[in-house]
């Protein structure tokens, strides 16, 4: 993954605006007030248990429609750790879209646990060296597509040049997720809602025939440019790269192409990233 920034810097409210893109939650003490961040959190978890139960009740559907709930485990597939890009590539151009990569597998995972996501073939790219990098060269920023997010904290040159990238590091998930989930991964990963999540409901990113955010619980699903889908892309880092202008590498066994990262998401759940595409180092 290449991403370059130019240094400038930007107003303290664009600032505030990617800072409280994530949000997470700690134990908070009898008698203290939660910070604004926990208060967000805990609307956000309010809101997706009445979105649920309020459309699960408008359908008719009752707590005890499904006596199973899914499996949480994956189904069977194969698995590759390539040593090298070129091996990595090669086998992408092997398994076309039967094959998925992974890389701090914080987000591909869990969806195959829940089967909400298949793959023949797992790629796992945490083997190969040289993808996981931070510097700055000929004036931009170069991040790898497997630095871990928590690099990104540790930085002293994310926090001198580029602090909106440390403001929004900071805030990503927890912890235990930032020091595995990586920067490529952070870009890449499938949006999902509640209702996406959720077993009972057959949505459409699911096969299914209708969005059920539209008469469900909403608030934070897109407002401009959604449809049919109506999910937004969960991408924290997102943001605050397309505000510096970032660019994106992609690539693969033929070829190496470079796209700014705004135009790299397309719409609301979609990327540019072809089969057989990888994001890499520089």
Not at 14 to 20: C, G, K
Not at 82 to 108: C, F, I, R
Not at 228 to 235: G, L
Request: net charge positive; hydrophobic share 40%.
């Amino acid at each position: 993954m290449l991403y370059q920034a130019s240094g400038r810097r930007l107003s303290s409210r664009t600032y505030l605006t990617v800072s409280l893109i994530s949000l997470s939650l700690r134990w908070v003490a009898p008698g203290v007030s939660p910070t604004p961040r926990e208060s967000a959190t805990r609307n956000r978890r309010g809101a997706r248990d009445r979105g649920v139960l309020c459309l699960k009740a408008r359908l008719g559907w009752h707590d005890n429609r499904r006596e199973e709930g899914p499996p949480l485990y994956p189904a069977r597939f194969a698995y590759t750790a390539p040593t090298t890009l070129e091996e990595a590539l090669a086998t992408l151009v092997e398994h076309g879209d039967e094959a998925k990569v992974l890389s701090g597998g914080q987000s591909l995972l869990p969806l195959l646990k829940l089967r909400l996501a298949s793959v023949s073939h797992l790629v796992d790219i945490g083997r190969i060296p040289g993808l996981e990098y931070i510097r700055e060269e000929d004036g931009f920023l170069r991040i790898g597509g497997r630095t871990r997010e928590s690099a990104l904290e540790r930085s002293d040159l994310v926090a001198s040049r580029y602090p909106i990238l440390l403001d929004t590091a900071r805030v990503i998930a927890d912890p235990l997720v930032r020091n595995r989930a990586t920067v490529g991964g952070n870009l890449c990963q499938r949006p999902r809602c509640w209702y996406f999540r959720n077993a009972e409901f057959n949505c459409l990113k699911k096969g299914g025939s209708m969005c059920f955010a539209i008469e469900g619980e909403n608030q934070y699903h897109a407002i401009f440019g959604g449809g049919p889908c109506h999910i937004v892309h969960p991408s924290n880092l997102a943001p605050a790269l397309v505000a510096l202008d970032a660019s994106v590498e992609l690539k693969s066994w033929h070829a190496t192409r470079q796209m700014k990262l705004a135009d790299f998401l397309l719409g609301s759940y979609q990327t540019a990233l072809e089969p057989g595409e990888l994001t890499g180092g520089a």
